[in-house]
């Protein structure tokens, strides 16, 4: 016996936009937290320290987020 189904892949204009901007948003939200990442490097190490930021020595995988 065989079932044969259909599936509609079509995405309405509405849920591919909302798709669209979720991508979208994502992108952005690692654009962000990569140049905080980026600011907090560029200062100096004794302010780093302070906020608990750890060093480039102590960290394996750098910028791993």
Same mark, same amino acid.
């Given at each position: %016996?065989?079932?044969?189904?259909?599936?509609?892949?079509? %995405?309405?204009? *509405?849920?591919?936009?909302?798709?669209? !901007?979720?991508?979208?948003?994502?992108?952005? &939200?690692?654009?962000?937290?990569?140049? !905080?990442?980026? @600011?907090? @490097?560029?200062?100096?190490? &004794?302010?780093?320290? &302070?906020?608990?930021?750890?060093?480039? *020595?102590? !960290? *394996?995988?750098?910028?791993?987020?």
């Amino acid at each position: %016996m065989t079932t044969i189904t259909f599936r509609d892949t079509k %995405m309405s204009s *509405d849920h591919a936009s909302h798709h669209l !901007a979720s991508y979208a948003r994502k992108i952005i &939200d690692a654009w962000h937290q990569w140049q !905080a990442a980026r @600011e907090i @490097e560029s200062m100096p190490m &004794d302010i780093r320290k &302070d906020i608990g930021w750890p060093s480039a *020595d102590a !960290a *394996d995988d750098r910028k791993v987020m």
